[in-house]
Each structure stands twice: as C-alpha cells, then as structure tokens.
C-alpha cells in the first residue's frame, strides 16, 4: 500500500510481542495506537532510520477483540463468530522522525455476509495466518464483506488517506516526490 504514496521505503518487521497489549482492558483505539507507536520507536531506535511509519490494526466484536489467530481452529472459530455480523476495525498508524511524534487511529464498520462453514474452512487454512480477525478484506475476505462503512485501506491495515494527508501538509508528499 505505501508504495501508492512513496516511492523508496523499506519493510521492517518490528520486535514486539502484539498479543500482550491485546490482554490489557483499555479501549481498542487506545491499543492499536500503542503498537504502532512500540512499532515506531522499536523500529527506529534498531535501524536509526530518519523517518519510520507503523500500523496496526485489531477487529472488535460484540466488545470483543479478536487479534491474529494462532493457528487454524482460532481462525475458523473467529471467521465463525464473524459470519453474517456488524464488527469494527481499528487501525492506529504512527510516524517517528527526527523532529516529530505522529500518531492517528481509523474506526471501520464491517458486515459480513453469512459464510458457508466450508469456505470458512478453506479460507482459514489458506488465508487467515497474521491477520486481525483472521481476514484481509484485499484477498476472498473481501468478497465476505456485504457493507463497508468507513476506509477500505484502514479495514486492509493501513489508512493511507490519513497517513497521505498528514505527510502532504508537512511537506514530505509532493507531486514532485511521487
């Protein structure tokens, strides 16, 4: 997704154990915003990179979070509770630069359709590994979703708008750099 926005970057894959946050009882945007802030300061102080961008992102249903599952049954069972309901994504992105701290969250509503406990099955042994929820709205999750009320690329797992928007007023995005 970053590439949409920036042209040079590199993936980094932060040193953070995400499903000890999940445990704490504070809200769901409280949590995310959190990780991508552990994610951009472990990040920066491991590479002394100039600028680094982290997301993460947390499904909530019934006032229940459901974080990446661990492994298959978790995720079929999740898929399950998700199936013909209302959720919300939340999606916290944080920036670190030399200069500044820089945090905001994205609230999504999504509804699934009803999943036949066959697809269910087949999705969460093929796609469901490291994602919140146990689905990726960009892969046949996607096709899951009956109404999206909110960021489509949040709900993926970055909101590109309001990461887009924030380094265009700061002067980091321009046509020029693109």
Do not use: N
């Not at 040079?8 to 953070?16: A, G, H, L, M, T």
């Not at 630069?97 to 820089?102: A, D, F, G, M």
């Not at 509804?111 to 042994?125: C, G, M, N, S, T």
């Not at 999206?148 to 309001?162: E, K, N, S, T, Y």
């Amino acid at each position: 997704m970053l590439k949409m926005i920036l042209r040079d970057f590199k993936v980094v894959s932060p040193k953070i154990g995400e499903d000890d946050y999940l445990q704490v009882s504070v809200s769901p945007d409280r949590i995310v915003e959190s990780l991508a802030l552990l994610k951009v300061s472990e990040v920066a102080d491991r590479e002394k990179a100039d600028l680094v961008i982290a997301a993460d992102t947390l499904v909530q249903l019934d006032g229940r979070i459901l974080g990446k599952p661990t492994d298959i049954c978790q995720a079929r069972q999740q898929l399950r509770m998700l199936s013909g309901k209302w959720h919300r994504v939340y999606t916290g992105v944080a920036l670190l630069s030399k200069s500044e701290v820089w945090s905001s969250v994205s609230v999504s509503e999504v509804k699934f359709r009803e999943i036949p406990l066959d697809v269910i099955d087949f999705y969460a042994e093929e796609y469901s590994h490291g994602k919140a929820g146990s689905y990726g709205i960009q892969d046949l999750g996607g096709a899951f979703v009956e109404v999206l009320r909110g960021d489509f690329f949040a709900v993926m797992g970055l909101p590109l708008g309001i990461l887009w928007q924030y380094l265009y007023r700061k002067g980091w995005w321009s046509p020029e750099t693109a």
